[in-house]
T-cell receptor, first 116, second 117 residues
Framework: DTGVSQDPRHKITKRGQNVTFRCDPI?????LYWYRQTLGQGPEFLTYFQNEAQLEKSRLLSDRFSAERPKGSFSTLEIQRTEQGDSAMYLCASSLAFNADVRGAFFGQGTRLTVV | AQTVTQSQPEMSVQEAETVTLSCTYDTSESDYYLFWYKQPPSRQMILVIRQEAYKQQNATENRFSVNFQKAAKSFSLKISDSQLGDAAMYFC??????????????FGTGTRLTIIP
């Protein structure tokens, strides 16, 4: 297992288009998190799953954003009707529920979205 | 809501010297976890060190150690014998110990560390 994998690494899209990102967590990890990181800022929490259940959503996650984790494995983050303000790095992280505090979360390399 | 503040946007240190990165946080909780994460350019964020708030002893991981001052809500990272590979953005992060709705990490804005050869 090579860690958390995100695809694509880079995405350029026109304003108003829909985009979808994929995250494959470390295989035995039952928790999966999405964060957004804009230039010069730390990552901001968007949402997280325990297995297939979405347990928390940030108010940053407007109704244009939706995340799924079917079957508790990989996850997708979709942004509809993209806006220039959506341009950011989207980070995925995963952890085991019982030691999320001990080992922290493992992060992927992120998907950099540019909306033009 | 918890907040994390890193007041040093950039720091630099000579190779082999020691550098300390600052972090302060605000919380009303008595038990929590604190982390330092490293984000090298174009690479994923990795955990450097963590501290449980109920532990008085400061965490240490090889060349990395923390100075945890609970009353002052301060959590600084000391890097000894700095190496070129330490160059990265460093983020301080907070996590509640409460479950179900408090699983997220709250990050500071980061400190960019440059190592001078």
């Amino acid at each position: 297992d090579t860690g958390v994998s995100q695809d694509p690494r880079h995405k350029i899209t026109k304003r108003g288009q829909n985009v979808t990102f994929r995250c494959d967590p470390i295989s035995e990890h039952n928790r999966l998190y999405w964060y957004r990181q804009t230039l010069g800022q730390g990552p901001e929490f968007l949402t997280y799953f325990q297995n297939e259940a979405q347990l928390e959503k940030s108010r940053l996650l407007s109704d244009r954003f939706s995340a799924e984790r079917p079957k508790g494995s990989f996850s997708t983050l979709e942004i509809q009707r993209t806006e220039q303000g959506d341009s950011a790095m989207y980070l995925c992280a995963s952890s085991l529920a019982f030691n999320a505090d001990v080992r922290g979360a493992f992060f992927g390399q992120g998907t950099r979205l540019t909306v033009v | 809501a918890q907040t994390v503040t890193q007041s040093q946007p950039e720091m630099s240190v000579q190779e082999a010297e020691t550098v300390t990165l600052s972090c302060t946080y605000d919380t009303s909780e008595s038990d929590y976890y604190l982390f330092w994460y490293k984000q090298p350019p174009s690479r994923q964020m990795i955990l450097v060190i963590r501290q449980e708030a109920y532990k008085q002893q400061n965490a240490t991981e090889n060349r990395f150690s923390v100075n945890f001052q609970k009353a002052a809500k301060s959590f600084s990272l000391k890097i000894s014998d700095s190496q070129l590979g330490d160059a990265a953005m460093y983020f301080c992060a907070y996590r509640s110990t409460l479950n179900f709705g408090n699983e997220k990490l709250t990050f500071g804005t980061g400190t960019r560390l440059t190592i001078i050869p």
